[in-house]
């Protein structure tokens, strides 16, 4: 029996690591024991351990992993702050996740991989190419949870998008969205197929969908798909629009979309490129993600 360490550089960031998850269930089915770090130690651990296998999703966390794996003989390290090209064995790949290293009562991951578009400023692209099938839901939904979240790129350009929302629909699955919709891709008989479905946001306390307006020339696209989301049903106060400001548009054409989401009766969230450390945009930032502007004006909060 070989004693494996596991270590979840990103661990900050509050989110459970899928890869980990799964090398943990493989590593359990065989017999060894797994234990999980969680964040980027400063010393070795005390326990001689057989292996190591560290994941960094984050490159500004690189250079601090690899201080720290260059402590151990027997170590791997993969993750999009590492390397795009390190993939999972396909058998592991595609095993139902080990929860219980998260202690977690919902469960999560991929039916679809890669993405139809291919916006400047996002990894996807690169990482996994173009749209394709990857999983059912049955995969990696445990048998004891009933709220799921799902991962997916772009779920509405999944070949499988249908049949997936109708397992979501048939057995009532909470599901959220966590990678967020493409609005463009809103037809009505998505919509319809949406409104059936119990969907929540990341904490599963309210009702929300979320999309995107990441580019001004999209607001024609942006409004046909969000009346044929409230055509469907679905309440305005439910969806939210991540407004992605310090890329490619002006202060003028951030504003413009902001109060267009919330003229629609919708949430504007202010999402910074690369953190961008513009004082402007992230005092807008402020005033949208901190729901200021329900009760001040920009030019005032200004």
Known sequence: MMKILLVDADSHNGFPNLVLMKLSAHYKQQKH???????????APLENYDKVMISVIFPQNRNQVLDYASQFDN??????????NIVLDTDIEHIM????????????????RGCIRNCGFCVVPEKEGMIRDNAPITEFLHPDHKRLLLLDNNFGASPRWKENLDFL??????VNFNQGLDIRLVTKEFAEYLAQVKYYNRTFKRHALHFAFDD???DKQVRIGFKKLI????????????????????????M?????????????????????????????????????YEFIEWEEFD
């Open 231 to 254: 055509d469907a049903g679905i309440n305005p106060d439910h969806l939210m629009f991540y407004v992605l400001v310090g890329y490619n548009s002006t202060f003028d054409q951030d």
């Open 256 to 292: 413009r979309r902001i109060k267009a989401i919330i003229g629609l009766g919708s949430h504007p969230y202010v999402m910074l490129y690369n953190q961008t450390k513009d004082p402007k945009l992230r005092k807008l930032a402020r005033w949208v993600n901190r729901l200021y």
């Open 75 to 84: 170590v791997q390290i993969g993750g999009s702050g590492y390397d795009y």
């Open 169 to 174: 629909i048939d057995t009532g699955i909470k």
């Open 216 to 218: 001004i020339r999209f």
């Open 33 to 43: 024991s797994v234990d999980l770090i969680r964040g980027i130690p400063t010393t």
């Open 97 to 112: 996740p080990d929860y219980s290293l998260y202690d977690l009562d919902y469960s999560l991951g991929f039916t679809s």
